[in-house]
């Protein structure tokens, strides 16, 4: 009974890394959400995805209708906007693999962390 359940854990924890490994080629090759959120998915001029602070459901749900930008949030008002990717575009074990892929990215320093930034303070 034990050895099943370490195998059933080991399973899961390949699965877990699969689907991010899987979810990083998309989200760096197939899909180019790194053009809008940046590699470390905290810059660029799309959402700031780390931390990830959406469940998973509410991440789909995100990505196949995206919100439209805040009024003055950009000077176009649409040039920021994210395209809705539907089924057909990205699947759901797509968008599950890139969800499990931001998941891992870490989150970076705070201004107030970073020595060049503090030294460049008044």
């Known amino acids: 009974m034990k050895l099943a359940l370490l195998?059933?854990?080991a399973f899961a924890?390949?699965?877990a890394a699969q689907s991010a490994?899987?979810?990083?080629?998309?989200f760096n090759t197939k899909f180019r959400c790194y053009s809008c959120h940046g590699f470390s998915g905290q810059n660029g001029p799309g959402a700031k995805l780390v931390p990830m602070q959406m469940t998973?459901?509410?991440?789909?749900?995100?990505v196949?209708?995206?919100r439209a930008p805040a009024p003055g949030s950009s000077p176009s008002?649409?040039?920021?906007?994210?395209?809705?990717?539907?089924?057909?575009t990205m699947t759901d074990?797509?968008?599950?693999?890139?969800?499990?892929?931001i998941k891992t990215l870490p989150v970076g320093?705070?201004?107030k962390d970073i020595p060049l930034l503090k030294e460049a303070q008044p």
């Open 7 to 9: 195998v059933m854990l």
């Open 64 to 66: 196949r209708q995206p």
């Open 21 to 26: 490994e899987s979810g990083k080629a998309l």
């Open 109 to 111: 320093p705070a201004a």
């Open 93 to 101: 074990a797509e968008l599950k693999d890139i969800f499990a892929y």
């Open 13 to 15: 924890g390949t699965s």
């Open 77 to 88: 008002g649409q040039q920021n906007r994210m395209p809705a990717y539907t089924a057909k």
């Open 56 to 62: 998973e459901a509410a991440f789909m749900a995100f």
